[in-house]
């Protein structure tokens, strides 16, 4: 029988456990803790996405919006490891990327670690500029780019 189709939605409180276990076989560092989640489902200026294949959470993104400006951050986006290279991540991304024109946010600004080759391709695939380095952006002292998308107005 073939698998269900992933569902990508808005994460509720209920998705905290999901999203912690997810972060942690995600990331080696600068992980979103617990309480940073709970905080973020809770919080008007953040959008938690959450993608889910038959009840089980396959992916995630955080979305941060600033008031009184037109920019969207894109905080972190990871596809569990069994479900990578299938597009999620890609769809996971146009999702947020449809989540900040709803807020009318016109770019997308995101680090990621310099040696992210999955990540760099994938933004570098949907559009992403990279506009500069971010000298020991992480907790290692590892190094970031700085990439940044100029969004089209949403449309329908
Ligand atoms: C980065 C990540 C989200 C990509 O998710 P994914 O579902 O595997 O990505 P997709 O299948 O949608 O791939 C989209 C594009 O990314 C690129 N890509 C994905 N994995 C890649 C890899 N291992 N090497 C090179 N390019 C890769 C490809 O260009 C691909 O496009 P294509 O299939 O048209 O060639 C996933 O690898 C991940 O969760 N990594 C751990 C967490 C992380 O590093 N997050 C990003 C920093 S916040």
Redesign the pocket.
Known sequence: MSEARPNIRRAMLADLDALVALENS??DHDRVSRAQWRRHLRSESACVLVAEQSRHMI?SALLFFRRGTHGARLY????ARH??????????LEAAEREARLRFCRSIR?E??VD????T??YE?RGYRRERLEPGFYETGADAWRYRKDLTPATG
Do not use: E, P, Y
């Open positions: 995600s990331f992916g972190s986006i990871a596809i479900a990578r290279g299938r597009g999620l991540g890609a769809a996971l995101l990621v670690r992210n080759l999955a990540a391709t994938l695939k």
